[in-house]
Structures are given as structure tokens and as C-alpha cells.
């Protein structure tokens, strides 16, 4: 039924995003083009429309009494709200961040919380209240990270895609049929939004479409950790979603040590570091889908693996991600700790 649900929400997104478009510029959703932004014409956007609607339908088509999902589905409509606001009349960062903050809130309440782990040696730690608030600060970090990284064509869309492919795949091998069914509900309805909005792009997705996509990966990440929350295990959805995630803590990071605001904007994202080391425009997408898929794939050795096997690519994650932040230039052209240490020695052979 995945399979048939993926092809369903495929078809509607392809036949709804034209009609997107037409909406879009009729009612004057357009994204100008400024100093920040790569693209260098009027485009316009709620290309998330499409994604959203066809997620919708599919699942009023092929749910079968799951009533569960219904408080992450009112959470996903008000996340979707709110998206669409900011894409009409620009919200302010505070007002966008107590929507999401009240998406999460009624996910939660109505009843997903991460709310123990176990960590190794079979010890398990119980987060009591702090499960509520741990929970809102995942859905609304990952929310965020998604949209963060919505800035060329097909990006956001195309790591959200290989995202579920790696989720909906997880959850089969798991025995989870519900969150592998909204993972390819999900995926088929972002694989026909992406073919209008691959590079070079017809409609951009909008914060309608990448808060919406980023809040509900999010929700089926702690959903896919409901029935064996360990240490180990919760590092899963972190390393899955490695891109969006690695990007957002560095924009931190960066803004802090050049004593910036958090929520100031910046030419310094992944993207942008990518473009101004050579690479063209739809060049940057795929080496980053490459990044994205890497991550999945560690992600899945990461389930398979033993303890030490789980350790052992982790350190390796961790030396990728530091060698992607030093090579792109992400907090700093002149932060450089390991790649200077090759120069250095290097510089000694010469002499």
C-alpha cells in the first residue's frame, strides 16, 4: 500500500503545482530577488501548497484507522498556516517562532513525546516533565533547520525526499507501518512538487512548504524511536537529517562568534559557501544530495552495526563534519585546525 500511496500523492502533486503557480502570481505570493537570495528574477512561491494537499489527500485515502496521527496532522495545518502567512505578508521571526512553538505544543499534547532513552548497560533515564519541552525544542529545531536550507532550486525539496527515502526504508525494516506510510505519502508528494522546482526552477516550495516538510519529518523521526528509545538509537534522526541540522548549528555558532544575532541573516549557509568556492548553481544542489545521502546511509550502517561499530561511525561523522566546515569556510575562512595541520607538514616536505 506504500508503494501505491507514493505513486497516488506523486500524480497530485504534478497536476496541482501548475495550478500553484497560476494562484501564486495571481495573488502576488512572489519572491523578489535581493542581495541575499541567488535567484535573479521575480519567482513565485506557496509551491509547499502542492506538497501539503497532496499529502492530505493521500492520507484521507489511504488511511486505515489510524486516529493516532490526528493531533501531528492539526499541528502540520497550523505549521502550514503560519507558513503561508510569512509567504504572504512577512511575519515577524517572534510571531513565526510562536506558531511553531503551538504546532509542536498540540503534537505533544496529543500525545508524542520522547520521553525516556536507555542508554548502555541497560540503565534508562526518564525525562519526566522535561519530555514536553525536550520534544517541542526537537520539532521546533528540525522545523527550522528545513527551512533554513530552502535556498536554491530543488534543495530543500531534494534533502527532504532522500530524508523519507531513508525514514520510510528504516520503518519497514523496523515493522512500523504507519510511519513508513507517511513517509511515502510525504515523499511522492515532494517528488512531484521537485520536478517544477529542480534547478532551474518554475515555483519556489515557500516557508509553507519547508516548515511544513521540516515539522513533519520531524514528528516521524521521534515516531520511528516510539518503540526502542536508546542513546544509540536517538543519534538515528539526528544523523539522517546530518545536512539541515549541520548547517542550522553552525549559522549558530558563526553568528555567535562574529557576535552577531541568532536570527540575523547571512550569505554564509552550506549553499552559499559552496557557490563561492566554484561550484555552479545545480552543481551545489547535488553535491549537497550527495552530503545528504551519505549521512543517510551512515545513518542506516548506524542501525545495523554493534556498539562499537555505532562508535566508530560516529567519530567518522564527526571528522566529515569538520572537514566539511573547514573546506566550505562555514564559521570562518580562517578556521582551518585540521586542514592546517596537513599544510603545515606539507610546507616542511617542500623545505
Known amino acids: 500500500m ?13 497536476i ?36 501539503i494537499i497532496s499529502f492530505y489527500a493521500g492520507f484521507l485515502i489511504f488511511n486505515t484507522g489510524y486516529s493516532e496521527v490526528w493531533p501531528i496532522l492539526a499541528g502540520g495545518l497550523i505549521i502550514a498556516i503560519v507558513g503561508f502567512l510569512d509567504d504572504m505578508i512577512q511575519l515577524s521571526a517572534k510571531l513565526k517562532l510562536l506558531g511553531q512553538i ?30 514536553i519541552p525536550l520534544t517541542v525544542i526537537w520539532i521546533v529545531g528540525v522545523t527550522n533547520a528545513v527551512n533554513l536550507i530552502d535556498g536554491l532550486d530543488g534543495l530543500a525539496a531534494g534533502v527532504s525526499a532522500i530524508v523519507l527515502i531513508t525514514i520510510s526504508g528504516l520503518a519497514i525494516t523496523m515493522g512500523n507501518p504507519l ?5 511515502f505519502l510525504l515523499l511522492g508528494s515532494t517528488l512531484g512538487f521537485l520536478i517544477y522546482n529542480f534547478n532551474p526552477a518554475k515555483i519556489f516550495m515557500g516557508d509553507v512548504g519547508s516548515l511544513f516538510l521540516g515539522y513533519m ?36 555558532v558563526r553568528r555567535v562568534v562574529q557576535r552577531k544575532p541568532l536570527l540575523s541573516p547571512d550569505k554564509l549557509h552550506l549553499h552559499h559557501c559552496l557557490i563561492r568556492l566554484g561550484y555552479s548553481h545545480k552543481q551545489t ?64 616536505k617542500q623545505l
Request: charged content about 10%; some cysteine; glycine content about 8%.
Open 2 to 14: 506504500g508503494y501505491l500511496a507514493l505513486v497516488v500523492c506523486f500524480i497530485i502533486a504534478v
Open 179 to 183: 510511519v513508513a506510510l507517511i513517509a
Open 285 to 348: 544542489v547535488i553535491v549537497i544530495y550527495a552530503l545528504s545521502s551519505l549521512f543517510s546511509l551512515a545513518a542506516v550502517i548506524f542501525t545495523r552495526s554493534t556498539m562499537w561499530g555505532s562508535t566508530l561511525t560516529l567519530l567518522s561523522l564527526i571528522l566529515l563534519i569538520e572537514l566539511i566546515v573547514e573546506v566550505t569556510g562555514l564559521v570562518s575562512e580562517k578556521y582551518r585546525p585540521i586542514l592546517s595541520l596537513f599544510e603545515g607538514s606539507k610546507h616542511k
Open 102 to 131: 503551538l504546532a509542536a505544543a498540540i503534537t505533544v499534547i496529543g500525545g508524542l513525546q520522547i520521553e525516556f532513552i536507555t542508554v548502555p548497560f541497560g540503565d534508562v533515564i526518564e525525562f519526566g516533565y522535561f519530555s
Open 16 to 51: 496541482l503545482t501548475p495550478y500553484v503557480i497560476k494562484l501564486a502570481i495571481r495573488i502576488g505570493a512572489v519572491d523578489q530577488p535581493n542581495d541575499r537570495k541567488v535567484h535573479t528574477k521575480v519567482m513565485p512561491r506557496l509551491g509547499g501548497l502542492a506538497i
Open 217 to 252: 519529518i520531524s514528528v516521524l523521526a521521534i515516531m520511528g524511536l516510539s518503540k526502542n528509545v536508546t542513546l544509540f538509537s536517538i543519534m538515528v534522526p539526528i544523523i539522517i537529517l546530518g545536512v539541515p541540522i549541520l548547517d542550522t548549528v553552525f549559522a549558530i
